[in-house]
């Protein structure tokens, strides 16, 4: 075997190798970066940055109660069929939760990156005498995997006396997350959940952000009777689908023989190794069409519920 063969030989098993260690990118689990994670240290453009998102997810569902519809109680299921027999005053806003489950893991290659390990979070929290409705940010966890000199992982979970709230405006707060101690070949994860008594209102999406992002899902699964225009970033790095499918409603009452159930829409979208400056490529927004419930406030211009900074 000559040399010529034998570098040929080497650089396609790297290539092998490489191709194989991204198609186990990403990890959607949390709690454990994987060894690839610790590895990876970008692609392309990438790896001039100094730090990258490695994964960034949000799970939005949609909680029912059997009260819902006030004139429905002796059906068993919302479906296409009878949608239309609604009316704006038939259906009881009060008894919708919109869950949002986030999750975001950044890995920070150079000094400078650690920066990019503090975030911001904006919620729906009003400053009036008239409304009382808010949105409640909860569980949130942040948790540190560094590696020391003998390459042994050290998880270190943040308190919450970094945490620090600010008023946007009337309506808006913004929670600031400062992560200390973080260095090169850190790998912070963050996770919180935000409940929500808006159903007519959906937080926007970045799937770009300031620093690359190698996995960006939004999962939304939406009861058919309200009817959203989806606004998906038109791009071949992003990727979108909806099928059909269906929950089950919170049991209130006692007497309840059967479960009721409800038609959905469940919207997929997926992003994979964004740049900053890749071109076209914006938040995924959505507006209520023809609302049988009470509209929200907007968001501020230009921003999304979760921010890196």
Known sequence: MNYSFRKLLWLVLFLACWSQAEAQLPNEKFGKPS?????????????NADAIILCKTMKVSYQLSDQVFN??????????????????????ESNIVVNYEVRLRTKILKPEGARHADIDITYFNADTDKMFIHDELSDLKIKVFTKNEKGKVE?????????????????????????????????????????????????????????????????????????????????????????????????????????????????LITGDYILPEDPAIANFTSQMISPRVTLPANLPEGCTHLKIK
Not at 35 to 47: L, T
Request: glycine share 4%; aromatic share 12%.
């Open 71 to 92: 004139y429905n109680q002796a059906g068993n299921e919302i479906n296409l069929d009878n949608i239309l027999e609604f009316s704006p005053n038939q259906i009881d």
């Open 35 to 47: 060894s690839m994670e610790w590895d990876f240290v970008g692609w392309g453009n990438a790896v």
């Open 155 to 267: 998880k270190k979970t943040v308190n919450t006396d970094s945490f620090v709230k600010e008023r946007l405006d009337a309506n808006y707060m913004v929670l600031h997350v400062t992560v200390p101690d973080v260095q090169a070949g850190s790998i912070i994860e963050y996770q919180y959940d935000i409940t929500s008594i808006r159903p007519a209102f959906l937080y926007d999406w970045a799937f770009q952000e300031c620093i690359p992002t190698v996995h960006s899902k939004c999962d939304i699964e939406i009861p058919a009777f309200m009817q959203f225009k989806m606004n998906v970033p038109i791009n071949k790095l992003i990727k979108s689908g909806v099928e059909a499918g269906h929950l089950t409603y919170d049991a209130n009452r006692a007497d309840m023989k059967r479960a009721k159930t409800c038609a959905t829409n469940h919207y």
